[in-house]
């Protein structure tokens, strides 16, 4: 029987992180699930190094515990121009109270060096998605974060993208 080469192409790898991982130029295109309740960390590699068009995907698969986080970082010796923008909107989860079920959208700051997902006020629910691209000189974030805080704060997004 003759394969469809489509359906091969359209394939995605699948990296499961159970404990920190230094990203390298080679995991272009790679989605990587988070996997560890104990938290992680994950550095992407220097954007010139990576290259325009580089990207990798990051999926909450188990919640953060309490007090943990999944934190995804540029690298050490990145240069100060070297950021992360982009935006997050927010599926807020706040079962049978009235008014939730919120989208919010922001932009990451000019200063952003961090995207942290971590309980449920931080976008660290299961669920929880943020797809990164690079242009060579900076990164650009797309995220999607399951969020289940207060009514009246469903997601802190300053606790979300960071300066470190």
């Known amino acids: 029987m003759a394969k469809n080469g489509f359906s091969m192409s359209n394939r995605v790898v699948v990296e499961e992180l159970e404990s920190a991982k230094t990203v390298s130029v080679d995991d272009?295109?790679?989605?990587?699930?988070?996997?560890?309740?104990?938290g992680l960390t994950a550095s992407l590699p220097q954007a010139a190094q990576a290259e325009t068009g580089w990207n990798c995907s990051f999926v909450v698969s188990d919640q953060a515990a309490a007090n943990k986080s999944y934190k995804i970082v540029l690298d050490s010796a990145s240069p100060d121009t070297e950021v992360i923008v982009g935006t997050a909107m927010a599926v807020a989860e706040n079962k049978?109270?009235?008014g939730t079920g919120l989208c919010e959208a922001t932009g990451a700051g000019s200063a952003t060096k961090a995207i942290y997902l971590e309980d449920t006020e931080a976008g660290g629910m299961q669920g929880s998605r943020v797809d990164l691209y690079t242009d060579g000189g900076r990164w650009f974030a797309h995220a999607v974060l399951h969020a289940s805080g207060s009514t009246a704060v469903p997601l802190d997004l300053s606790k979300v993208f960071r300066n470190s």
């Open 96 to 98: 049978g109270t009235p």
């Open 28 to 38: 272009c295109g790679k989605v990587f699930i988070l996997a560890q309740t104990a």
